[in-house]
C-alpha cells in the first residue's frame, strides 16, 4: 500500500515503537475518548479511569477539559496542533495510514517529537502494525484489548450523532460510526463501560 511506504519514508528519525511503548501503559481499565459532541457531557459525569487513549479529532477538546491523553490514535485529521502537542509531552502516538490521507502523512508524520507506533489497516510489516479497527475511536478500543485492558470506559461515542467536521459528507461519517459500533460491540460488550 503506497500510504504505509509514505509513512515509512518519511518517519526514519521518529522515535518508533512497537507495542511494548504501550504495553505498560493499558492495565486494567482504561479510557477511549471519543469525537462525538457528547464528550464535555460524558467528562462533567465521569472522568477518565487509568490510562487515557484519544482520537485523534479529540485531543483538543480533551485538553482545553484540562487531561492529557497518553496515547493518541491518528490518522492525522482534526486539530494536528493538538496532537502534536500530546506527542511533545510524552504521548504514544499511533499514526495510521490510509489510501485517503498520504498528504496528511507527509506534511505531518515527520513532525511528531514523542514515541510513534506505525499503524495500518492492511497487511503488517516489521515497524507497521495492524492492531484491529477502522475509525480512530474503535482502533483505540482495538489498541486496548489486545494489551489486555479488563475494562475500556468510553466517552464521547455517539454513533447515531456525528460530530460536524468541515469538508465531510455527514452521511459517510455516519455509515464509519456504524462499522465502529459493530467492531467495539459485536465481539461482546462485558469490558465496555459508559457514563
Known amino acids: ?28 481499565t482504561v479510557t477511549v475518548v471519543g469525537d462525538a459532541p457528547c464528550l464535555e457531557d460524558d467528562l462533567s459525569k465521569h ?23 497518553d496515547i493518541v490514535v491518528t490518522d492525522l485529521d482534526g486539530n494536528i496542533n493538538a496532537q502534536l502537542e500530546a506527542s511533545s509531552e510524552g ?26 507506533i506505525l499503524t495500518t489497516q492492511g497487511q503488517p510489516s516489521n515497524t507497521v502494525f495492524n492492531f484491529g479497527g477502522f475509525t480512530d475511536g474503535d482502533r483505540a478500543v482495538c489498541l486496548a484489548r489486545e494489551f489486555g485492558a ?29 462499522w465502529a459500533r459493530k467492531i467495539i460491540f459485536d465481539r461482546g460488550s462485558e469490558d465496555i463501560l459508559q457514563p
Open 1 to 28: 500500500m503506497l500510504s504505509v511506504r509514505i509513512l515509512k519514508a518519511v518517519t526514519p528519525n521518529l522515535d518508533l515503537c512497537d507495542g511494548d511503548a504501550v504495553s505498560p501503559l493499558i492495565k486494567g
Open 47 to 69: 472522568a477518565p479511569e487509568g490510562a487515557i487513549i484519544s482520537s485523534g479529532s479529540a485531543v483538543l477538546r480533551l485538553l482545553r477539559a484540562g487531561y492529557k491523553p
Open 91 to 116: 504521548a504514544v502516538t499511533l499514526i495510521h495510514a490510509h489510501g485517503d490521507n498520504m498528504d496528511l502523512i507527509q506534511k505531518f508524520a515527520p513532525m511528531f517529537q514523542g514515541p510513534v
Open 150 to 178: 479488563r475494562n475500556i470506559l468510553l466517552l464521547g461515542f455517539d454513533f447515531d450523532n456525528p460530530m460536524p467536521k468541515e469538508g465531510s459528507d455527514p452521511a459517510k461519517k455516519l455509515r464509519k460510526l456504524q
